[in-house]
């Protein structure tokens, strides 16, 4: 199973709003399941589940993130850019047959 | 409080077996789905094993055949069982529980993750 593909890097400013892609195929993001999740990670620090099921927020997260899929693409928008967004982030979709790819992650930088 | 430590890290050489250990409180193993995932240093996150609520257990390509993931319901404890370690093994190992959807399946994503254990393959 191949990794999602993730731009390496994108950035914005505060306030601004920004836009991480996760490019994967028919078999991962672009199956039924909608079984796509967005992982926020701070250096030294734990993964964080940021979207699940492509659009859910869980429970904390902020309203400023926001999950969509079209085809074999997913992404994840956050507005209101703020310092603390500054992050990894990663994307990771049910590929079926019971297994899990993961993208390779994007590092948001907040100028 | 509800938490998973991950503990059994270490240096092990090259063709060896190592056991991990993810003890949870707060909630019960036996009612979770749960999986290990790692990530080597400065890489990515990479999805190693998960244990359904039934019992059942799959594994990534890169591990089928060489890693196990059993778990104690007794103890709420998770393990991995590594076996014919490779250099290429070597990453920082999370335990983490599914996430509920409201609905009897997994969603295969997790909202609660241990800190870790380092496993170092090297002679």
């Known amino acids: 199973q191949s990794a999602l593909t993730q731009p390496p890097s994108a950035s914005g400013s505060p306030g601004q709003s920004v836009t991480i892609s996760c490019s994967g195929t028919?078999?991962?993001?672009?199956?039924?399941?909608?079984?796509v999740s967005w992982y926020q990670q701070h250096p030294g620090k734990v993964p964080k589940v940021m979207i699940y099921d492509v659009t859910k927020r869980p429970s904390g997260v902020p309203g400023r993130f926001a999950g969509s899929k079209s085809g074999n693409t997913a992404s994840l928008t956050i507005s209101g850019l703020q310092a603390e967004d500054e992050a990894d982030y990663y994307c990771s979709a049910y590929g079926g047959d019971n297994n899990l790819v993961f993208g390779g992650g994007t590092k948001l930088t907040v100028l | 409080e509800v938490q998973l430590v991950e503990t059994g890290g270490g240096l092990v050489q090259p063709g060896g077996s190592l056991t991990l250990s993810c003890a949870v409180s707060g909630f019960s193993i036996s009612s979770n789905y749960m999986t290990w995932i790692r990530q080597a240093p400065g890489k990515g996150l990479e999805w190693v094993a998960i244990i359904y609520v039934g019992g059942h257990r799959f594994y990534g390509d890169s591990v089928q055949g060489r890693f196990t993931i059993p778990r104690d319901n007794s103890k709420d404890t998770l393990y991995l069982q590594m076996t014919s370690l490779r250099p290429e093994d070597t990453a920082v190992y999370y335990c983490a529980r599914g996430g509920s959807s409201g609905d009897y399946y997994a969603h295969w994503y997790f909202d609660l993750w241990g800190r870790g254990t380092l496993v170092t393959v090297s002679s």
């Open positions: 028919s078999n991962d993001v672009g199956n039924s399941h909608n079984y």
